[in-house]
C-alpha cells in the first residue's frame, strides 16, 4: 500500500533515540528531553558513551536494545546513518526518522539501499519537525510544543514548522501531526497524504509545498485524500520554478505557477497564498463543507461595515443575492423604516437582539444563500445578547451562516460563543468574505475531481492514420515546426475547422494568382521556417481588395523581410481568403508541456494583443466537455461569449468541441511539443481556425503516458457472451458509477459481505461509496461487471480490486460476487481479468487475505494457481499468494 509502514513513523508505540545525548547544543539532547518529557510509549536511548540518561539506561548499539523499535531517530554523524539503517532493517524497525545533516548524495543513496530490501521508512534526512501531540511524540527542536487537535500540517521546511507551531500555540489551534519533510529522500508528500487521507483524527490537511519531484504521484496521492476531508496548499517559489524562455503565446501564458493552480483544481485541493489562510480555510472547509451557497447575503448593524463586505464581495466576484420583493416585504415588516431595503441588509445601529433575530430568520429562507453576520459593537446592547439570541438559529445544520463580530474586547465573548457552536467566525469583513469565496472555488475543485475523462472520446472524428504520417514527415525532413498550412492540416485531419490556405512560391505573381482563384479580399503571409512570429517582421498584411494591392505587400514583405532577417530563408506565401463573421470573438487555444506536470492546456483571449490582455486559463489533460467548460468559465472572456447587449451568444459547444479535440491530439500524438491557434473566431455560427503554429519534438514529450493524471482506460474495457444470453461487460469502475455500487451491495447477501469485508453490513455512507469508485488508476484498478437492462440502463453483478504498494511489487486483490450470480464463473471471470491486468501492468505478485471458512474464495484460489497459507497476523485468515511475472502455463 502507499501507506507501507507508515504507521510505525507517525503511530509508534515504542521510539529509540541513536545519539541521545546529555551534552548542550546538540539534536540529540533536545530531541531526547523532549520525548523524555512527553512520549507516551515506550522509549529507548542509544549513545555508546553513556551508561545513563536520567532514570532511563542507556544502550550502545541496535543488537542491545531489549526489543525491536517502531521507530528509529537518528541524531549521528552523517557517515553512521548508512550503516545503522542496515542494522534497524535487520532488526526488524519498519521506521526511522533521521535528524542527522550533511549527508553526501552517495551516502543517502547508501541509506536508502539500506533500507530497501526491509522495506524501512524513512523521513529526512535533515529532518526536525515531527509530532503527533496526541502521542507526546515531539521530534523537534522548536521552543513551544502543539496542542492536540484536528488539523494536520506537513512542510518542505522545518523552519517554517516551528514558526507556524508557536503561531497555532498562540490561538490555542490544535493539531493531529506536524510533519517536516526534511530532504524527502523516501517519504514524501504523497506518502504522507495516503495516510492523513484515512486517519480519523485527521479532518482536514494543509501544505506548504516548494518543489515536487514526483507530481503524478502527489496529484495521485491527493486527489484521494481531497474526496475525503479539505486539502490546502501554500505554494512557496510561486515565480521561479518551471519559467523559461516560450517561442508560442501558449507557452508564455501557461506559467508554472498557473499550472501548479491547474494542477490544484484537478486534484480537488484548495490553494491559499497567506499562511495565515491556511488555518482560516482549514477551520471553513472543517465546518461550513456541506454548504452549497453561490450566494452571499450581508446582515450589519453599520452602514460602513456593509460597504466593506461588499466591495471586498466584488473584488472577490462573490455575488452579493438581490433581494426579491418578497424578502423586502417581510423585512419591512420587522425593520424600522429606514432600514437599507437591499443587499447588504442594515438593520440599524440600536438593533435589539429581537430585531437580528427576525431579520435572520427572514433572510434564511433563501435557501441558496449564506448570510454574513457583520456586528459592530454599539453602546445600546451588549454583543454577547445578540449572539446569544441568533445561536439557536445560526447554528442549525447545515450551518449557514458566517459571523463576523468587529471589535476586540467588546465582542470577545460574542465572538467565542458562535466558534464554540461551530460557526465560521472572522475578524473583519474581508476575510469573512476571502473565506466564503474560497468555500465556493474549493467546491467547484471538488467538482473537477469527480471528472476522470478517457484520453480518447467514444465517438472521434480524429484521422489519426493522417495525423501520424504528416508527423513522421515533418521529422524525417530535419524539421520541429510545421509551416501554417501544415498545421492546419493537422488540426483538420483531428476535427477542428479551419481556413482554405494556397501556398505559393516566393514571387509576387503567384501571390496574386493565388488571391485570385480564392476571392477578394485575401490575407498574406510569409512562409519561412526560421520566422517564429511573423508580425513581428511585418510578414501579415490582411484585407487586401485587389490584385494591386497583393503584389505591393508582397514585394514590401520580401523587402522588409531581408532587411530584418537577412538569413531567414523563404519559402514562399500563404494566401487566406479574409473571413468575415459577424460578432465573432478572437480566442486562443495552445498547449506546452510544464517541466514537472507534463502536457497543459491554456485558454483564453486571443489576437495580437494575448500577452498584454493576459485573460487566460490553464488545464492538465485529458479533458471532457464539463472540464472544458470549467477552462472556459474561469476567464473573462467567457462572460462575452454568453452574450450582451445587441451581440448574440457564441456557439459554446463548437469551442468545447475544440477543446476536446486539442486534450485527444496531446493524448495520442506524443511528439508535440508546442501548440498555438491564434486566433480561433467563435461566434453564433460556431468555431474557426484562422491562424496556428506547431512544434514536435523526437523525445516525445506529450502523449496520454505523461498526462499528470491518468485517463480513464477506455482500452481495458472487454465484453463477452454471459450464461443467460446478455452481453458481459468487464469495465474499470468511474466515479459515476456510486448509484450502481449502492445497489450492488444492497443485493448481497450479509454473509458474502461479512466473507469479503470481514464484517456484516449492506448500507454504506456517500465517502465509502466514493472512495471506491473515485479511484486513481496510476495506484489502483478495480473491474466491475455489469450487464444491461431491458431500458437501456445497466446492473453491477461483480466487483475485483487489486491495490498496489509504491514499488509495484505487489497488489492486494478483493473480489465480490452479487449473491444471486453465483454459479456463473463469474468470479473466476473477474479474478482472470485482474490478474491479467496486473500482469501486463508489471505487478510482481498478487496477494490476498481471507476468513478460513471462506470455501468458495479458497477453491477459486487453488483453481487458480494460488499458494494458500496460514496468515502470519492472524491465524483466523489465510493468506494467498500468486507470482504474475513467471511463465505463464499452457
Known amino acids: 500500500m502507499m501507506t507501507r509502514h507508515l504507521h510505525a513513523l507517525l503511530a509508534p508505540r515504542s521510539v529509540a533515540v541513536f545519539g541521545a545525548s546529555d551534552r548542550p547544543q546538540r539534536d540529540g539532547t533536545a530531541i531526547w528531553n523532549r520525548l523524555a518529557a512527553e512520549f507516551k510509549g515506550t522509549l529507548h536511548a542509544v549513545n555508546p558513551r553513556l551508561r545513563q540518561l536520567g532514570a532511563h539506561k542507556v544502550w550502545h548499539s541496535v543488537t542491545e536494545l531489549p526489543q525491536t523499535p517502531d521507530l528509529a531517530v537518528i541524531c549521528t554523524p552523517a557517515a553512521t546513518v548508512p550503516a545503522l539503517i542496515a542494522a534497524l532493517g535487520a532488526r526488524g524497525c519498519k521506521a526511522a526518522v533521521v535528524v542527522s545533516t550533511g549527508l553526501s548524495a552517495a551516502q543517502k543513496q547508501a541509506m536508502l539501499a539500506a533500507a530497501q530490501p526491509y522495506a524501512l521508512r524513512i523521513l529526512g534526512p535533515d529532518c526536525t519537525g515531527l509530532l503527533v501531540p496526541h502521542l507526546g511524540l515531539n521530534i523537534s527542536l522548536a521552543q513551544v510544543g502543539a496542542q492536540p487537535g484536528s488539523v494536520a500540517f506537513v512542510s518542505q521546511s522545518a523552519a517554517l514548522v516551528t514558526a507556524m507551531m508557536d503561531w497555532a500555540s498562540s490561538r490555542q489551534i490544535g493539531f493531529s501531526h506536524f510533519i517536516a519533510l526534511g530532504e524527502h529522500a523516501d517519504v514524501d508528500f504523497a506518502d504522507v497524504l495516503d495516510y492523513l487521507a484515512s486517519d480519523a483524527r485527521t479532518r482536514a490537511i494543509m501544505l506548504y509545498v516548494e518543489t515536487l519531484d ?97 466591495d471586498a464581495a466584488d473584488y472577490a466576484r462573490v455575488q452579493l443575492a438581490p433581494l426579491s420583493p418578497e424578502r423586502i416585504a417581510e423585512l419591512d415588516a420587522v425593520l424600522p423604516v429606514g432600514w437599507s431595503r437591499a443587499n447588504p441588509v442594515d438593520i440599524g445601529g440600536d438593533a435589539p437582539p429581537q430585531r437580528y433575530l427576525d431579520a435572520l430568520r427572514i433572510l434564511l429562507r433563501e435557501r441558496d444563500c449564506a448570510v454574513l453576520l457583520v456586528h459592530a459593537p454599539t453602546g445600546h446592547v451588549p454583543s454577547l445578547d445578540i449572539a446569544q439570541a441568533l445561536l439557536p438559529l445560526a447554528s442549525e445544520k447545515p450551518v449557514r451562516v458566517l459571523g463576523c463580530w468587529l471589535g476586540t474586547q467588546a465582542v470577545a465573548e460574542a465572538s467565542a460563543l458562535f466558534r464554540a457552536a461551530g460557526i465560521p467566525d472572522y475578524d473583519t469583513p474581508e476575510d469573512a468574505v476571502r473565506a466564503f469565496a474560497s468555500l465556493r472555488l474549493h467546491r467547484h475543485h471538488q467538482i473537477d475531481l469527480m471528472e476522470t475523462p478517457p484520453a480518447a472520446p467514444l465517438h472521434s472524428r480524429m484521422d489519426l492514420p493522417g495525423i501520424r504520417e ?194 485527444q491530439l496531446l493524448a495520442e500524438v506524443p511528439e508535440i511539443a508546442e501548440l498555438d491557434i491564434n486566433p480561433l473566431l467563435l461566434n453564433p455560427e460556431g468555431a474557426l481556425v484562422l491562424d496556428a503554429r506547431l512544434r514536435l519534438s523526437r523525445e516525445r514529450p506529450a502523449g496520454a503516458a505523461n498526462f499528470a493524471i491518468r485517463p480513464y482506460p477506455l482500452e481495458l474495457i472487454e465484453t463477452l457472451p454471459f450464461a443467460d444470453g446478455r452481453t458481459l461487460t468487464l469495465r474499470p469502475i468511474r466515479p459515476e458509477d456510486e448509484g450502481l455500487l449502492e445497489r450492488f451491495f444492497e443485493q448481497l447477501d450479509p454473509e458474502d459481505i461479512r466473507l469479503r469485508l470481514f464484517y456484516s453490513r449492506r448500507s454504506f455512507e456517500h465517502s465509502e461509496l466514493a472512495r471506491m469508485t473515485q479511484i486513481d488508476y496510476e495506484r489502483e484498478m478495480a473491474f466491475i461487471a455489469t450487464l444491461p437492462l431491458p431500458d437501456g440502463s445497466e446492473e453491477m453483478i461483480g466487483d475485483v480490486r487489486g491495490l498496489g504498494d509504491p514499488d509495484n511489487l505487489e497488489a492486494e486483490f478483493g473480489v465480490l460476487v452479487r449473491s444471486d450470480m453465483k454459479g456463473h464463473r463469474l468470479g473466476w471471470i473477474l479474478m482472470d481479468k485482474l490478474i491479467r491486468y496486473l500482469r501486463a501492468h508489471g505487478t510482481q505478485r498478487i496477494v490476498g487475505a481471507v476468513l478460513r471458512e471462506n470455501d468458495g474464495m479458497l477453491g477459486l484460489g487453488r483453481k487458480l494457481g494460488f499458494h494458500i497459507s496460514v496468515h502470519p497476523e492472524d491465524p483466523d485468515l489465510r493468506h494467498l499468494e500468486l507470482p504474475l511475472q513467471t511463465a505463464q502455463r499452457a
Do not use: C
Not at 272 to 299: G, W, Y
Open 214 to 310: 514526483e507530481p503524478r504521484k502527489f496529484l495521485s496521492a491527493a486527489r484521494v485524500a481531497a474526496r475525503n476531508k479539505p486539502l490546502i496548499v501554500v505554494k512557496g517559489g510561486r515565480s521561479g520554478q518551471g519559467q523559461q524562455a516560450a517561442s508560442t503565446h501558449s507557452a508564455a501564458l501557461a506559467g508554472s505557477d498557473r499550472v501548479f493552480d491547474a494542477a490544484v483544481s484537478r486534484a480537488g485541493m484548495l490553494r491559499v497564498f497567506r499562511l495565515q489562510h491556511l488555518f482560516m480555510a482549514a477551520e471553513l472547509l472543517a465546518r461550513f463543507r456541506d454548504n452549497r451557497s453561490e450566494q452571499l447575503i450581508v446582515l450589519t448593524n453599520g452602514g460602513g461595515a456593509g460597504v466593506l463586505a461588499a
Open 470 to 663: 504528416l508527423v513522421e514527415f515533418v521529422l524525417a525532413d530535419g524539421r520541429e515546426w510545421l509551416t501554417e498550412p501544415e498545421t492546419k492540416e493537422l488540426l483538420k485531419r483531428a476535427g477542428l475547422p479551419v481556413t482554405p490556405t494556397r501556398v505559393v512560391p516566393p514571387e509576387p505573381e503567384a501571390a496574386v494568382y493565388a488571391a485570385g482563384t480564392l476571392g477578394f479580399p485575401v490575407a498574406l503571409k510569409i512562409l519561412s521556417h526560421d520566422i517564429t512570429h511573423k508580425s513581428d517582421v511585418g510578414g501579415v498584411r490582411l484585407n487586401l481588395h485587389n490584385a494591386a494591392e497583393v503584389e505591393q505587400a508582397a514585394r514590401s514583405m520580401l523587402e522588409r523581410v531581408l532587411q530584418l532577417l537577412p538569413q531567414a530563408r523563404i519559402e514562399g506565401f500563404t494566401v487566406q481568403p479574409m473571413v468575415r463573421r459577424q460578432h465573432a470573438h478572437e480566442l486562443i487555444i495552445g498547449a506546452r508541456i510544464d517541466p514537472l506536470f507534463g502536457p497543459v492546456m491554456v485558454f483564453g483571449q486571443g489576437g495580437v494583443a494575448v500577452e498584454v490582455l493576459s485573460d487566460r486559463s490553464v488545464a492538465l489533460p485529458p479533458l471532457n466537455g464539463k472540464l472544458a467548460r470549467s477552462l472556459v468559465e474561469r476567464t473573462r472572456v467567457a462572460r462575452l461569449l454568453q452574450g450582451y447587449r445587441n451581440v448574440p451568444a457564441a456557439k459554446l459547444e463548437a469551442l468545447i468541441d475544440a477543446l476536446v479535440a486539442v486534450s
